[in-house]
């Protein structure tokens, strides 16, 4: 696979594939909580903090993978259902 050189980007992608295929989307607590696991950066503890690295993630995969940029686009939402790159 393909690498943005940032390991949590990485994971999102690897994750964003992975939930696509199953046609699975989680919220951005579930992606907080898993990160967090395994021990992976991301801006903070709050949502807004995990909303913009979903959206950093977004934005990188789209130089390098149209794909997985639309499978994290699809994958990860607020409570509320809304998108981070909205």
Same mark, same amino acid.
């Given at each position: ?5 940032? #390991?949590?980007?990485?994971?999102? %992608? +690897? !994750?964003?594939?992975? !939930?696509?295929? #199953? *046609?699975? #989307?989680?919220?951005? *607590?579930?992606?907080?909580?898993? !990160?967090? /696991? ?5 801006? /903070? ?5 995990? %909303?913009?690295?979903?959206?950093? $993630?977004?934005?990188?995969? $789209? +130089?390098? &993978? ?7 686009? &699809?994958?990860?939402?607020?409570? *509320? %259902?809304?998108? $981070?790159?909205?």
């Amino acid at each position: 696979m393909k690498t943005t050189n940032n #390991q949590a980007y990485d994971f999102m %992608g +690897k !994750l964003a594939i992975a !939930l696509k295929t #199953q *046609d699975i #989307q989680i919220t951005f *607590d579930a992606l907080k909580a898993i !990160l967090k /696991e395994k021990g992976m950066p991301y801006s /903070e503890d709050s949502n807004l903090g995990i %909303g913009r690295s979903v959206s950093s $993630a977004y934005k990188a995969w $789209a +130089k390098i &993978d149209i794909v997985v940029h639309h499978a994290i686009a &699809d994958s990860f939402t607020s409570r *509320d %259902g809304s998108h $981070a790159w909205d």
